[in-house]
């Protein structure tokens, strides 16, 4: 295989690319509380970081001992949707490196964002990191029927990758995914994609399904990650 392998890479968003947590969090919160429903940033962290805002909404309704039909579900999910586009506004920046790493990157292989966030908060971000041409290909939560840890958006990635690319022979063995939670990890890895895990959102014993673990994605060159898949 050699270097050759590596066909692309697929990262994760929030929480790999931008510190969004934090804003996902409040959003959900001033849509939460006054339902009786809130929750506290180490329940958000334990519980929530991870899904996507269909399952998160529908976990909360359930640890509340509530019921949710699917209309309103849906109102749910766009009133979050909109307050976390006023809370963007207010401005995000990138992890330390990403963006350069975004860019080598790009310059050698294919890149997606497979992502349980909505396009809509996902596209504004990026255009604000100037980055939004990087990424050919796109998986988001209106995308899958099943959130991480399910695999099926890791799976979509990579068949829309070699869509895109029918030449480059793109597998799942020969991407490599980017990871912040446990639960994105299993989906990576249930896809068949090894897995860098970076330690913004948890510690490295949360993350040892990883094929390799890091602190910050700054100092990743291009050949570690055709180390990854190589070995």
């Not at 307050?83 to 790009?106: N, R």
């Not at 966030?117 to 100037?130: G, K, N, Q, V």
Request: one cysteine or more.
């Amino acid at each position: 295989m050699g270097e050759r392998c590596l066909k692309a890479v697929i990262f994760d968003f929030d929480g790999v690319i931008v510190d969004t947590e934090p804003l996902h969090y409040r959003s959900f919160q001033v849509v939460l509380e006054p339902l009786g429903l809130g929750y506290s940033w180490q329940e958000y962290v334990d519980r929530y970081m991870g899904f996507d805002d269909r399952d998160a909404f529908i976990e909360a309704f359930r640890a509340g001992g509530r019921s949710l039909d699917q209309s309103g579900l849906e109102e749910l999910i766009a009133l979050k949707a909109s307050l976390f586009q006023d809370v963007v506004t207010e401005g995000v920046s990138a992890y330390p490196g990403v963006v350069a790493l975004i860019s080598a990157l790009s310059a050698e292989v294919p890149l997606a964002i497979c992502s349980g966030a909505l396009r809509s908060d996902i596209e504004p971000i990026l255009r604000i990191l100037a980055i939004e041409n990087a990424f050919t290909v796109m998986v988001t939560a209106e995308e899958v029927a099943a959130s991480k840890p399910d695999p099926a958006s890791y799976v979509l990635a990579v068949r829309k990758l070699a869509t895109a690319f029918p030449d480059r022979g793109i597998t799942a063995a020969c991407c490599v995914a980017i990871e912040d939670t446990p639960a994105g990890i299993v989906s990576a890895s249930g896809a068949g994609i090894p897995v860098v895990a970076v330690t913004n959102s948890y510690s490295a014993d949360h993350l040892s399904k990883a094929s390799r673990i890091v602190s910050s994605l700054a100092d990743l060159t291009i050949a570690d990650f055709k180390t990854i898949v190589t070995t």
